[in-house]
């Protein structure tokens, strides 16, 4: 069955293959499912909650509460289906549910405040209970579109408000009575004042009244004065804003005369232009139909001119084409015969680069032949020397004519060099070791050194030209 809810109204379906509960506006509803309507719009619950203050003064709260399902809100639908859809929005359950969370978190609040917190804080205070009753129907998914709170009222008995009322009549009446008391008191006074005075310091008073009087008559004139000023000041903001509004509309007039001058001269100029078009495509048929005219006068001469200069032009055409065609046989003739001889030069190329590269292969061949027979004699060599490396250099050293070539090398070295050699020798048969006791032998070996200082000399002052330190001896003439 395909159910539909109206406007106000949501379908609640359970039963098989739903978990928990289905909302909707509209759905099927198959074997096995039950499905039920509930109506969203809000009902006025109207309470009067009776409330006790901190200093424990009860008092009456009238209240008005227009509370519904929050239709914007998925899960508070849900609440509302599964705990409240199947009362009546307006039977006793329901009055009873609402009243009790209303009447208890107004006095839990109303507790914590005093009598005089509550009546100077009163839209406070109606805003407490609404924001703490709201979070309480949160949890059954209701919603209050509208609280309406009325003034307090006393309880029976606990004339609070009235006795404050009275208190503030008769507070006024108090002070109004001592103000007239004090205003009788003050006039009684003046007066036998005044008699008193009046015999004694006749001079005096009438001094001082005149004095009085300049006094109020220059006030008066302030006063004059002033209000004159203000009329003044009064009337140059009036002209200001006459002023100003006359400006405004000479400004507007300017604008509206402008913006009838400007449309006037577009009007003008759209007259003018649409004559320049309609001259212009007069203009046109004219240069059309002198041109048509001009056009059959001279057909048939441009035709056969054209047929003449085509023909003409076809026999020019002809005559190059075959030009080009000669010079394109002959540019071809050219090309092949460059092509072969480049295609000979390049065989004769290959041909020389094939014969070197044989040639350096052969060469390459012959090395490595070379090398392999030495390698086979150096190795004979080796073995027949008994693998000495020392006398298998020397042999090939020998063999190569090496000590030939260095011995020639330090002969063109020292060759035109006439060096000078001297041969140190001990004299009298120093060098003998022939007898004598080991002091004398020491003594000769001394006798010896000293006898080979003056040739040493000699030799140093000859080859580098320096001297021997005087203390050492001295290097005679020779």
Partial sequence: ?????????????????IDDIKIAKKAWVFPGQSCSVFDISPVNYTFEVMAMSAEKLP???????????????????????????????????????????IEGETRVL????????????????????????????NQFGLWIYNANVKQLVDVPGHEYFSYLGQKTQMEAANQAKIDVSEAKMKGEIGAKLR??????????????????????????????IKVKTEVKVFENEREAEVAEANAELAMKKAKWAKDSQVAEVEARKAVALREAELQKEVEIMNAMTQKEKLKAEFLSKASVEYETKVQEAN?????????AEAILYEKEKE?????????????????????ELYAKQKEAEGLVALAQAQGTYIRTLLGALGNNYGALRDYLMINGGMYQEIAKING????????????????????????????????KEVAGVYKMLPPLFNTVHEQTGMLPPTWMGKITES
């Fill in 335 to 355: 090309a092949e015969a460059q092509k072969a001889t480049a295609e000979a030069a390049l065989y004769a190329r290959k041909q020389v680069a094939d014969g």
């Fill in 110 to 137: 109303a507790a914590s405040m005093t009598m005089e917190e509550i009546f100077k804080g009163t839209k406070e205070f109606k805003k407490e209970v609404f924001g703490k009753v709201q979070l309480e129907l």
């Fill in 195 to 224: 008699e008193g005075q009046t015999l004694q310091n006749a001079a005096k008073i009438d001094a001082e009244t005149r004095i009085i009087s300049t006094q109020r008559q220059g006030q008066g004139q302030k006063e004059e």
């Fill in 1 to 17: 069955m395909y159910r539909v809810a109206s406007a106000s109204q949501y379908l609640v379906i359970t039963g098989s293959g």
């Fill in 412 to 443: 063109e070295a020292v060759k035109g060099l006439q060096p000078k050699i001297s041969i140190w020798t001990g004299a009298g048969g120093v060098g003998d070791g022939d007898g004598g006791d080991g002091q004398g032998g020491a003594m």
């Fill in 315 to 323: 026999w020019e055409l002809y005559r190059k084409q075959k030009a």
């Fill in 59 to 101: 008092f009456i709260l009238p209240a008005v509460f227009t509370i519904g399902p929050r239709s914007n809100d998925q899960e508070s639908l849900h609440k509302y289906a599964k705990l409240i859809s199947s009362h009546d929005k307006e039977s006793n359950h329901m009055n009873e549910l609402v009243k009790g969370v």
